[in-house]
């Protein structure tokens, strides 16, 4: 090939023809953005989605996704963090500098403890963990170096739906923010925002891209000023999605609340039907009655996502309980929740919360989109192993 016919792969005089339309939003993937002139090039402000700069600071694709989440979560500006994860750890960054204390749920999503305590600490920042079914633990545990709160319903594994209102009461009137992770509500069980919270933080990961193929997260704002200072983080930590993770969520997006009351259905329906098993001492399901938090659960959310734990009877030791897990078929055994496959994971509650709140194997299932029957099957031949 000669020199001159790679630089017509390069540089090629084709034009799209205008007027394309089609129900998804191209994948547009660029590092570099091309500008037609200078002029246009220092007119650009990518902050304030006025135009294209550069690929980290969005694409059609990526602009477009976050306008999405932004609707689903009720919010007004969204950015896009290459996981659930660093969506979490992003909030902290923007928000925090060395002296502050962010207070965090006892029961919070474990990773997002473990920044705290083995990053945040490096810089200065101290964090502290309060009792989410108590407001009265929050307010005693906040004080003038308290920047951030964060909330999490229902609490990860251990499922206690927390009170959200009055945990966002106690925060507004010391003035701090609140930082939501609204992943398990997926925007669609309750409405973060008009609970108060100032941040809403979604693992993308779970229901929005319902395959357990994409990672990625969300951090949504309706205050502008927040916002900036958020994005401005963002930007400078150089966090940014791939234009092919983002066209898998896109094209998850529409259906996430058909696929959300799905789980929701199947996960209560065998939620209920494992109360009645004697194997089980304690089913954690936040719309189940006797559930830790149910109340609040009742009077915050319309859904429930499907995902709950069962704490298997004290009188079957862990290897018997590992044995139940290993005997499943249709459940396969992964971290992560959202998708269409069941999936479970034996916790072991005493090295994750101290003290322990329940005896016995705390098993979890995430319910996926498997017929009802067909997982209730599995469950009760895998029970026979115990
Ligand atoms: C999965 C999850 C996260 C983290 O999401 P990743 O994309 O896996 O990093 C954060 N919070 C909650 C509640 C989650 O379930």
């Not at 896109?250 to 259905?265: I, K």
């Not at 098993?277 to 499907?306: D, F, K, M, N, Y």
């Not at 298997?312 to 018997?320: E, F, I, K, L, N």
Request: with cysteine; proline share 6%.
């Amino acid at each position: 090939m000669s020199e001159h016919s790679t630089t017509g792969l390069i540089h090629h005089p084709y034009v799209p023809p205008a007027g394309f339309e089609a129900p998804q939003v191209g994948v547009h993937k660029a590092s570099t953005v091309i500008f037609p002139n200078v002029a246009a090039m220092r007119a650009r402000d990518w902050r304030y989605k006025n135009g294209y700069t550069y690929g980290l600071h969005g694409t059609p694709t990526t602009f477009t996704l976050e306008e999405r989440i932004a609707h689903l979560e009720g919010g007004l500006q969204c950015v896009l963090a290459p996981s659930g994860l660093s969506a979490i750890a992003l909030v902290d960054l923007a928000l925090l500098q060395q002296g502050d204390e962010v207070l965090i749920p006892a029961n919070a999503y474990g990773p997002g403890k473990d920044f705290a305590k083995h990053e945040l600490a490096r810089y200065g920042v101290s964090h502290r963990l309060y009792d989410p079914q108590d407001p009265a633990s929050l307010a005693a545990q906040i004080t003038p170096a308290t920047r951030l709160v964060w909330l999490e319903a229902p609490g990860s594994v251990t499922m206690e739906f927390p009170d959200l209102k009055g945990l966002v009461a106690v925060a507004r009137a010391h003035g701090v923010t609140t930082a939501l992770d609204n992943t398990w509500g997926a925007g669609i069980a309750f409405d973060g925002f008009a609970l108060g919270c100032d941040i809403v933080m979604h693992a993308l990961t779970k229901f929005p891209s319902g395959g357990g193929d994409v990672l990625m997260g969300s951090v949504t704002t309706r205050d502008e000023a927040l916002h900036l200072k958020i994005k401005m983080a963002h930007s400078r930590l150089g966090l940014g999605v791939a234009a092919n993770d983002a066209e898998l969520v896109l094209r998850s997006l529409p259906s996430t609340a058909l696929r959300y009351h799905a789980h929701d259905r199947t996960a209560r329906a065998l939620a209920v039907w494992l109360q009645g098993r004697q194997e089980i001492s304690r089913v954690l399901h936040p719309a189940l009655p006797g559930s830790p938090g149910h109340a609040h659960w009742q009077s915050t959310c319309s859904a429930a996502a499907g995902l709950f734990s069962v704490m298997v009877d004290a009188r079957y030791g862990g290897a018997q309980v590992d044995a139940f897990v290993d005997a499943l078929k249709l459940f396969k055994l992964g971290y992560s929740w959202g998708g269409p496959v069941s999936l479970v994971v034996p916790y072991d509650l005493p090295s994750m919360r101290s003290p322990a709140p329940y005896a016995g194997t705390l098993v979890r299932l995430s319910i996926g989109l498997e017929a009802e029957a067909d997982l209730r099957a599995d469950l009760e031949q895998a029970l026979s192993v115990l």
